[in-house]
């Protein structure tokens, strides 16, 4: 069980906090004072994707602290500290401080999903452990899912699972994540509306479709959840090519 604490020798001189924005294996420093822009077009020229804001985060130092903003009108970012213990959904006109050592930013625009990461060195909080875990329950809000609904996840977050570092890559349709697993589209489709069923009672936005929806955008909500909350890992990708079924999992 973690906790976080406040660490008063890195508010006391604010300046001395450089952060770095890494992406696809390169590093950007932002210097204290500075302002960073991804987008289309920024400090970050992320990609040309046409789907994708001209200007859409911005990192910068306001008031002792750092902040990440969404200053697009469309798209939102999933944000998260290293663990995955720690997860905030960024929406237009919304900012967060860059407490932690580490955060995760992923974000989807159109068909493709990308991925930085913003290191701090020398972050306003730290991470502690206690010395003593506490037993019990699970903690409320974890979704149980059976063999094929991991399955189905690990399918669709394949391509981010097997790119190096971070970076952007395509959310595959539901027809080749469903040819990958040797499904046929139907029983595809049937087992991502479960999943995305169980993901939405806990409040997991963008999970059922709506007026503004499409496919598209709940299966790229879904790879970014469970990308940010470490729901499924590089180990998982074994997942893909097992046989065995759950008896306790309907078709």
Known sequence: MHAMTLDPEATQDPSRAQVTVEFAGEYFPIEAGGRFVVGREGDLAIDDNLFLHRHFLEIAESGGLWWLANIGARLQATVTDASGGVQAWLAPGARLPLVFATTSVVFSAGPTTYEFTIHASEPTFRETRREREVD???TIGEVPLTLSQKQLLVALAEPLLRRDGTGMSAIPSSADAAARLGWTVTRF?????NV???FDRIGVPGMRGGAGGSATNRR????EHVIASRLVGKADLALLDATETDPTDPE
């Open 220 to 223: 790229a909500r879904l790879v």
């Open 189 to 193: 489709n049937r087992k991502l509306d």
């Open 136 to 138: 019990g329950d699970s």
């Open 196 to 198: 995305c069923d169980k």
